[in-house]
């Protein structure tokens, strides 16, 4: 459940990482040159990707903020997350925030997300899961160029 139904849009954004800190695990999406679909001309895909086989979890949610969002300059926690459907507490000040999960919530897929949240997540795991300020290294390149003036460009 999200303030604006977009939580599976994180699914859809992850990509493949390795034995890093936070594991997502997914499955090759297959069929490259698949045709469209006839009645709305969307589904042709001429190029392979892995999507994420599970919705992100609060936990792993939880360790991208630990990682880039001390600051939190781009607004990637918000109030709901600590909410009855949320799952993910902020404590401390800007400049030291931490995150953590609500017990027994780790689990639940993270709520309270937009797409751009979810591209820069997408883009910390393509960046091998850096620590420090969000920034061009981290969030706002990789999958995802997200560098200029707040428009999101897919990467090839």
Known sequence: ?????????????????????????????????????????????????????????????ADFLNAVAANDSHGLYSAGMAGSYGGITRSGSAGSYSYATVSGRESVAVVYTDFNDACRFANWLHNGQLSGAAGEASTENGSYDMSVGGAVTRSA
């Open 1 to 61: 459940m999200s303030t604006n139904g977009l939580p599976a849009v994180l699914v859809a954004l992850v990509i493949s990482t390795s034995a890093l800190a936070t594991n997502i695990e997914t499955v090759q999406v297959g069929h490259v040159g698949n045709a469209a679909d006839p009645s709305t001309g969307y589904g042709a895909v001429n190029y392979a990707y892995s999507i994420g086989k599970h919705e992100v979890t609060n936990a792993q949610y």
